[in-house]
C-alpha cells in the first residue's frame, strides 16, 4: 500500500471511529480520549472496558486506552493489533495468548525492535520475527533461539548492525570467512570471536591484520 493511500485508509477510519464515539454519545469527549491522563478518559474507560465496541473505538484513537480494557478484550486480535499498529507499546498489554501471535508481535517489532522483549519464545525462534528484529537492532540476536543463531542471513543482518555481535553467533558461523571478515572490517577486535580455525588459517589473517596489526595478537598460536 503506498503512503497516500495508507494516509486516505488512515483518515476514513478516524472518521468511522469518531462517529462510533457519536454513537455512544461520546463525541465531545473525544479530546479527553486523545489525553490518557486526564481523570475523565479514565472513569469513562473503567466504566465502558468490557464495552467490545466503545474499547475498540477508544484504542483507534489512542493505543494507551488499551491498558484499561477488560482482560477479556486485551485477548480480542482486533483491538490488540489496532493498538500496537499506533504503537508497538501496546503490545505490554496484550494477553499472553496475542504476545505469540505472529501478526502482532510483527507489527510491534517492525516498528522497534525492542518490541521483542514482550514477545513469547516461540517468536524468539521465528525466523521472519527475528530477521525483522535485527536488521533494526543487531543486539537482538541474543534473544535469538538456538537454531536461528546458526542462520547466516539472520547472523550477517546482526553483524552488520554490531560487529562484536559476533559473540552471539553459532559456533558454526564463527568459522564463516565472509561473517568474520564482515565484522573485523568494522571492529578488528571481533577477530577474537573467531572459530580457531579461522584464526590459525593464514590466509585469512593476513587479509584481516590488513584492518591493523594489532590483530596479530587474537592470531591463533600456530601462526605466532
Same mark, same amino acid.
Given at each position: 500500500?503506498? /503512503?497516500?493511500?495508507?494516509?486516505?485508509?488512515?483518515? #476514513?477510519?478516524?472518521?468511522?471511529?469518531?462517529?462510533? @464515539?457519536?454513537?455512544? =454519545?461520546?463525541? =465531545?469527549?473525544?479530546?479527553?480520549?486523545?489525553?490518557?491522563?486526564?481523570?475523565?478518559?479514565?472513569?469513562? @474507560?473503567?466504566?465502558?472496558?468490557a464495552d467490545r465496541d466503545f474499547?475498540?473505538?477508544?484504542?483507534?484513537?489512542?493505543?494507551?486506552?488499551?491498558?484499561?480494557?477488560?482482560?477479556?478484550?486485551?485477548?480480542?486480535?482486533?483491538? *490488540?493489533?489496532?493498538? *500496537?499498529?499506533?504503537?508497538?507499546? #501496546?503490545?505490554?498489554?496484550?494477553?499472553?495468548?496475542?504476545?505469540?501471535?505472529?501478526?502482532?508481535?510483527?507489527?510491534?517489532?517492525?516498528?522497534? #525492535?525492542?518490541?521483542?522483549? %514482550?514477545?513469547?519464545?516461540? /517468536?524468539?525462534?521465528?525466523?521472519?520475527?527475528?530477521?525483522?528484529?535485527?536488521?533494526?537492532? =543487531?543486539?537482538?540476536?541474543?534473544?535469538?533461539?538456538?537454531?536461528?543463531?546458526?542462520?547466516?542471513?539472520? *547472523?550477517? #543482518?546482526?553483524?552488520?548492525? =554490531?560487529?562484536?555481535? /559476533?559473540?552471539?553467533?553459532?559456533?558454526?558461523?564463527?568459522?564463516?570467512?565472509?561473517?568474520?571478515?564482515?565484522? *573485523?572490517?568494522?571492529?578488528? %577486535?571481533?577477530?577474537?570471536?573467531?572459530?580457531?580455525?579461522?584464526?590459525?588459517?593464514?590466509?585469512?589473517?593476513?587479509?584481516?591484520?590488513?584492518?591493523?596489526?594489532?590483530?596479530?595478537?587474537?592470531?591463533?598460536? %600456530?601462526?605466532?
Amino acid at each position: 500500500m503506498s /503512503l497516500s493511500a495508507y494516509e486516505e485508509e488512515r483518515k #476514513a477510519r478516524i472518521q468511522h471511529n469518531q462517529r462510533k @464515539l457519536d454513537e455512544l =454519545g461520546l463525541g =465531545g469527549d473525544r479530546a479527553a480520549l486523545i489525553e490518557p491522563s486526564a481523570k475523565r478518559t479514565k472513569r469513562l @474507560l473503567k466504566a465502558q472496558k468490557a464495552d467490545r465496541d466503545f474499547v475498540l473505538a477508544a484504542v483507534q484513537q489512542d493505543w494507551r486506552a488499551i491498558q484499561y480494557a477488560a482482560q477479556s478484550l486485551k485477548e480480542d486480535h482486533e483491538i *490488540v493489533l489496532a493498538a *500496537v499498529h499506533q504503537d508497538w507499546r #501496546a503490545i505490554q498489554y496484550a494477553a499472553a495468548p496475542l504476545k505469540a501471535d505472529s501478526e502482532v508481535v510483527l507489527a510491534a517489532v517492525r516498528q522497534d #525492535a525492542r518490541a521483542l522483549y %514482550s514477545a513469547a519464545e516461540s /517468536l524468539k525462534a521465528d525466523r521472519e520475527t527475528m530477521l525483522a528484529a535485527v536488521t533494526q537492532d =543487531g543486539s537482538m540476536l541474543r534473544l535469538a533461539s538456538e537454531p536461528l543463531r546458526e542462520d547466516r542471513e539472520i *547472523v550477517m #543482518a546482526a553483524v552488520k548492525q =554490531g560487529a562484536r555481535l /559476533l559473540r552471539f553467533a553459532a559456533n558454526s558461523l564463527k568459522a564463516d570467512r565472509e561473517i568474520v571478515m564482515a565484522a *573485523v572490517t568494522q571492529d578488528g %577486535s571481533a577477530l577474537q570471536f573467531a572459530a580457531e580455525t579461522l584464526r590459525a588459517d593464514r590466509e585469512f589473517m593476513l587479509a584481516a591484520v590488513k584492518q591493523g596489526a594489532r590483530l596479530l595478537r587474537f592470531a591463533a598460536n %600456530s601462526l605466532k
